[in-house]
């Protein structure tokens, strides 16, 4: 690999200090960027990698996706060669070639939702152990309020006002924004509250202070008295996801998916639906249309009367 290409990856790993996986990334698409180059007219030495044109990296983004490679990952490596051209443009003046060059567009997919049936049938299971009585509750908020996992998991004991029947929630880019807080998700709430109040707390720990301190702030604990893990809830979804008999690959964000798909079909109001999810561009927002579009048009099959599909007579 070139010199050019070794100070960029040192100047990551050194004073931008990232990751040891990160770096590993970043040095594969540097790679194959002086592979991309070499196998051209063009040569991979530092002056000519620092010399390619738009056109160029233009090119090198059509030959990835003609091997077949991903939209999203075209878009991840122009995103590497990006930062290493913003590197030498900070050292030499010149501009940056993989500006303005976009990777393919993705197909868009439509997220999988719940019916409103299978989402009560998720919150609905038989279970009064201390391990149940958590469980549903955070299914209970997770459907109720349209929470990412990662807002539920740092929710602690004060982000939940229930007089008000809302929850302060800190979401993408440590933004901090209200959403309410539905009845049945309370009243489990609160007898989560009741259960997790004799719930034995993680030792604490002299050089962990902080952490043992974490754990007594947060609302949701795990068997070991730890705030509660992502990979925890993700799996503890899925298993009563087939006890409840609902047969689809079922994950947190799918709550989410359908919490805002259920409200957009009931009330319309694409805004509100916005500000509870803290989507910052309406355009995030947009995609409950079609699922909401898609429940509308099932309806109208089923229903209207010129609409009934009719077998053709032989």
């Not at 993408?172 to 009741?194: C, D, F, S, Y």
């Amino acid at each position: 690999m070139n010199n050019a290409c070794e100070q960029y990856l040192n100047h990551l790993a050194h004073e931008r200090r990232l990751a040891a996986l990160t770096l590993k990334h970043y040095r594969r698409d540097l790679k194959l960027l002086e592979s991309l180059a070499a196998s051209g007219k063009e040569q991979s030495s530092t002056r000519e990698l620092a010399t390619l044109t738009q056109t160029e990296i233009r090119r090198f983004a059509a030959q990835l996706h003609g091997r077949g490679l991903g939209p999203k990952s075209i878009a991840r490596t122009l995103s590497g060669w990006r930062g290493f051209y913003e590197f030498l443009r900070h050292q030499t003046g010149a501009a940056n070639p993989v500006d303005g060059v976009r990777p393919p567009k993705a197909e868009k997919r439509l997220p999988e939702t719940l019916s409103p049936d299978e989402a009560v049938r998720l919150v609905s299971f038989e279970d009064d152990s201390a391990e149940g009585v958590r469980d549903r509750a955070i299914f209970e908020l997770l459907y109720s309020s349209g929470l990412r996992i990662s807002e539920l998991t740092s929710l602690n004991l004060d982000s939940i006002d229930f007089s008000t029947a809302e929850a302060r929630v800190t979401g993408k880019g440590n933004k901090t924004r209200i959403v309410p807080v539905g009845r049945h998700a309370i009243t489990a709430l609160q007898k989560w509250l009741e259960t997790r109040a004799s719930t034995r707390v993680s030792d604490a720990d002299p050089r962990t202070d902080a952490i043992h301190k974490d754990h007594r702030q947060a609302l949701f604990l795990s068997k070991h008295g730890k705030r509660i893990s992502v990979r925890s809830i993700q799996n503890q979804i899925k298993i009563r996801a087939t006890q409840q008999g609902i047969s689809v690959d079922l994950h947190p964000h799918m709550l989410r998916h359908s919490f805002a798909s259920h409200v957009l079909q009931s009330s319309g109001d694409l805004r509100a639906v916005q500000e509870m999810l803290g989507h910052a561009s309406i355009a995030s927002t947009q995609v409950y249309t079609h699922l909401d579009f898609q429940h509308l048009a099932k309806i109208y099959d089923a229903a209207h009367p010129r609409a009934k599909k009719t077998a053709l007579k032989k």
